[in-house]
């Protein structure tokens, strides 16, 4: 099984750095997602793996294999990589047994087997092979392209932002079908987004980058939990960072006197806390006045100025007993906080 490993990877445009010194490993059979904004650099580091664009400097290998660099740039069709475009990446008129099988040496395109194998895997009906692209779903269609791109077997499959033509509703259900059916390949696999929900449920370990740089790559739950830096933090769910001062583990803040997760200096500091942490309390607490509020079914978001001076922030609570915009309530704040130091900057920076 092959590992993906990236070592000190640059890359430019003209005189554009895109990316910066990316040092990344993918584990054998490993699902990770590459999350980042509009334009931070993701599609490239995907099109270097891929062997599309060569790197300016650096190192890609697969497993042992270096596919780019001490002098050695192997070319896409031998890199054996499988990729998963955006959409539209299907020929429109071929069947959908065709498209899966188009990437099988011609011996086996007839294969049955393997056909009916690769409809399976992606959870497709075995009554679709017959189908046009146009006959399919969204979602239906980017199964297809993930069973073309998994036919010949591939030790690595790139995935560019394969759901984000789906609604959302469709989203979810591809995404946990693709995910599914790339962990029962064994393949190792990136997938490349910019919606955090998505890289959060899916992969196994988020990398995060930003202008180009990798700034952090952990677990979902380790990112959430304990992001590098408060532009991190913001990026990944919502977040509020409020200015503090550390004494002895602890901060104060306007939110009350709050345990620090993470070993911090005494002094001027800003404190992470989500607002899943911050209750309504019947009686104590810091009194806010509720400005607005967005109802989701299942919770709600709302916003509270604190009083008497601010600042907004954001609130988290169930879905029953909900206060009215401009009723007055108290709140209090659950659980531990990271702290960062005071100047740290938001993201992107
Ligand atoms: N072939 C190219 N020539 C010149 N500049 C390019 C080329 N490809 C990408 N870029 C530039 O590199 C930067 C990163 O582009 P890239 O497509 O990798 O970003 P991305 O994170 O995938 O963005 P998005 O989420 O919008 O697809 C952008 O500023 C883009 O304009």
Same mark, same amino acid.
């Given at each position: ?230 532009? *991190?933090?913001?990026?990944? &769910? /919502? ?6 001062? =550390? @004494? ?5 803040? !306007? %939110? ?39 109802y989701y079914g299942h919770d709600a ?13 954001? *609130?988290?609570?169930g879905a &029953? /007993? ?6 007055? =309530? @108290? ?5 531990? !906080? %990271? ?11």
């Open positions: 099984m092959t590992a993906l490993s990236l070592h000190e990877v640059t890359k430019s445009f003209g005189t554009h750095r895109v990316l910066e010194g990316i040092d990344l490993h993918v584990p054998a059979q490993g699902l990770i997602a590459v999350l980042g904004p509009s334009g931070c650099g993701k599609t490239t580091l995907l099109r270097l793996i891929a062997g599309f664009a060569v790197p300016d400097d650096g190192r890609i290998a697969f497993g042992e294999r270096t596919v780019f660099g001490d002098g050695r740039t192997v070319p896409p069709q031998r890199r054996k990589v499988g990729y998963v475009p955006q959409e539209g990446a299907l020929f429109p008129h071929r069947t959908v047994a065709a498209n899966i099988t188009f990437g099988l040496p011609r011996r086996d395109r007839g294969s049955q087997d393997r056909l009916h194998e690769l409809l399976a895997l992606v959870g497709l009906d075995q009554r679709l092979a017959t189908r046009f692209p146009h006959q399919l779903s969204g979602g239906q269609q980017q199964r297809v392209a993930l069973a073309r791109a998994l036919a010949p077997r591939p030790s690595v499959v790139l995935l560019d932002e394969p759901f984000s033509s789906l609604d959302a509703g469709l989203r979810e259900g591809t995404g946990r079908a693709v995910a599914a059916a790339l962990r029962a390949t064994g393949a190792t696999a990136v997938l490349v987004t910019h919606d955090q929900a998505e890289a959060l449920s899916l992969a196994d370990r988020v990398a995060v980058l930003r202008n180009g740089r990798l700034v952090q790559f952990d677990t979902p739950a380790e990112l959430y939990r304990r992001p590098h830096d408060p532009g *991190v933090a913001q990026f990944i &769910g /919502d977040a509020v960072l409020l200015p503090a001062e =550390i @004494r002895g583990g602890k901060a104060d803040c !306007v %939110l009350g006197t709050l345990v620090v997760r993470n070993p911090s200096a005494d002094g001027p500091a800003q404190v992470l806390i989500r607002p899943e942490q911050i209750r309504l309390q019947a009686a104590t607490g810091i009194t806010a006045r509720v400005d607005d509020l967005s978001t709302l916003r509270a100025m604190l009083l008497p001076g601010g600042p907004q922030i954001t *609130v988290r609570v &029953g /007993d909900l206060p009215e915009p401009g009723t007055m =309530i @108290r709140l209090a704040v659950s659980g531990d !906080v %990271l702290a960062y130091p005071a100047d740290k900057g938001a993201f992107p920076d």
